[in-house]
C-alpha cells in the first residue's frame, strides 16, 4: 500500500533507472512536473520533452521549459505539432471549455476536452527523440482515476503502446524493448500532490489551467483548475498556486 | 494471384468501402498516389492528409496537394511536425543521403534516412484525423517489400497499431474498430507502378527524390529515385519522372 493513497501501489518501489537516459514528456503541469522528479529520484538520467500542439494555454510550454531547468533535466526539446489542422477539441479548437463543474459531472463520459490522438502522438514523439538518443525507457504522467475518461490515459493503452514501440523502431529490431513508466498512473490527484511534497518538488512553478487569464494566471473554474485545487485540499496541503480574481474564489 | 506481382494477393480484391470515409496519408510520392487511387477504385471517400515534418524535400508537399485534388479525394489536410528536433536521419538532420546505390547495397540494414518513429507519428496524426471526422479506415502505403527494412513499414507493425488505435480513441473505448490498409505492402515497385497503371493514376505528378534539385527535379541517384527508375523498367513501362542532369542518365 501506498502512502500517497489508500489503494495504489508505492510509485516509488521497484525499478532502478541508475544511469539510463529516459524521456520524460514535459507539459508544464502538475503531473509531467511530478513525474520528472521520480525520474531523477530513480536514478534516471532525463530528457524532457513538450509538445506544442497548438493549445490555447501556450503559457504550459514556458514552464516546461522552467521545470526541466529547475528539476535537474540533462536536456529539454520542444517539438511543435500542430493538432489545429485536425481539430476536435475544445483545446485546439474555438469550442468552449466548460467550467465550474462538480466531480460527478467529470467523471461521466469523455470531455470535449479530449484531444483525438493526443497521447498516441505525443508517445511517438517521444519514442522517436528515445531512439535517436539510445535510449530506451519513456516517462508520461498518465493517470486513469483523474482523466475524467480520456481513453489514451488508461494502462491497456500504454501496454499497447510499448507493444508497439517494439515493432516500430530499429532499437527494437535490433531486440530492444521499451518501456513506457506512468508512476502517476493509480494516483488521485490528491496522491500526486502528497508525492510531489515527498519529491521536494516546489508546484508553484508548474501550470495546470486548460484556459488562462490573460496575465497567465489560471482561471480556477475550468476542470483541471477544479481537479488541482481539490486535490490540495485533500491532501491537506497549502495550494501555491496564484488564480485570476475571475475563479471568484 | 496477383497480376501486378508474380507472389503477392491481388490488391484490387477484397475490401469494400463504399461510401465509407477514410483517411489515406499522402506523401506526394508514387506510392501514396496510388493508395489515394486505390480508395477511389475501392469506394471509399477519401480525405487526404500530408504530414509537414521538417524533410529536405517540401516539394512532395506541392505534389501531395496535386495529387489529392487531381485523384478526387473529398478533402485535404496538412500537419505540420517539426522532427528536426528529435533529429537523427538524413531526412531530416544534416547528414548526407546516399547516392548510387545497388539493390543488394540497399537489402542490408536500416539506412540513415530511416526517421525514427516516423510512421508511427504519422498514424497517429491519421487516426486523430479519422476520430475527428468519424472515421475508422485509414490508408498508407507502407511496403515491406523495397522499404529497405524500415521497422515500421512491416505487416507486424501495422497490426500493432491497429490494436493500439482501439484502445487510444473514444471511438475504439465505444465499440468501433479501426483497419489500417495497406493495400501496396507485398507489392515490389514494379508491381506498384502495374497497379498504378491499372488505376489510370499518371504518375508523372508524383514525387520520390529524397534530395531533389534546385529546379524541383528529381536527382536520380538517391535510392528512392533508384528504387523508382528500375521499379519502370522492371514493370516494362515507361518512366514520367523528369530528372535533373546531374544524374546523368
Known sequence: MSPF????????????????RAVVLLSGGLDSATCLAWARAKGFLPVTLAVR?????????EAARRISRLLGAEDHREVAVDLRAIGGSALTADLEVPRGRSAEQMEHGIPITYVPARNTVFLALALGLAETLGSSDLIAGMNAIDSSGYPDCRPEFVRAFESLAALATRAGAEGASFRVHTPLMLLNKAGIIRLAATLGVDLSITHSCYDPASDGLACGTCDSCLLRRRGFETAGIADPTRYTSRSGS
Chains 1, 2 share one sequence.
Request: proline letters at 8%.
Open 53 to 61: 500542439y497548438g493549445q490555447r494555454h501556450a503559457v504550459e510550454l
Open 5 to 20: 493513497t489508500a489503494t495504489a501501489p508505492d510509485p516509488l518501489a521497484g525499478v532502478n533507472g541508475t544511469g539510463k
